[in-house]
């Protein structure tokens, strides 16, 4: 596809880059490349217990939509659990946030970002599967974390420790 506002991008069913993150299927739907990198569109199947740890991006804004299951969305301020149909937008400036799937059932996400880049990122730290094609996330050890620390600064991210948004330090 071009590089143009002003020509169709259409994503089939079976159409995207589907990458395993974090345990995670990430299908690309629509790409930077695609809008000029005005915004990019993935879907995001997050498996029980999935879902990514404390992180924050100053220079994007992230939003969800729930399609399926639920999701528990957490902030330096607030929690808020996102079932079927619900809706979240994390703002520019860099909220620190995260989100889990806390129940024993798929959930599945469709997150958009403005502008696009985060896919990028999902492009460099993903594992190519085939859709549905679930693989156990990679161990976590220093190495792997400063490498995937690098990446994330790369992209405009910046990740925190798991217990970053532990529950002493919400005021609900």
Request: aromatic share 8%; glycine share 10%; proline share 7%.
């Amino acid at each position: 596809m071009k590089n143009s506002n002003n020509v169709l991008v259409a994503t089939g069913p079976q159409d995207g880059d589907n990458l395993s993150v974090a345990g995670g299927i990430y299908r690309i739907l629509v790409s930077g490349k695609q809008t000029n990198g005005e915004f990019a569109v993935i879907e995001m199947s997050v498996p029980a217990g999935g879902g990514p740890g404390p992180h924050a991006h100053a220079a994007f804004q992230e939003s969800f939509y729930v399609i399926e299951g639920e999701v528990e969305v957490q902030t330096e301020d607030s929690k808020f659990i996102a079932t079927k149909g619900s809706f979240v937008n994390i703002p520019l400036g860099g909220m620190v946030h995260c989100f889990k799937n806390k129940t024993d059932h798929l959930a599945k996400l469709l997150c958009t970002v403005v502008p696009a880049g985060l896919e990028e990122m999902f492009l460099e730290i993903g594992i190519p599967v085939k859709a549905d094609e679930y693989v156990p996330p990679q161990p976590m050890d220093e190495a792997t974390m400063k490498k995937f620390m690098a990446i994330a600064e790369k992209h405009g991210q910046k990740l925190f420790p798991p217990d970053y948004l532990d529950q002493e330090r919400i005021s609900l």
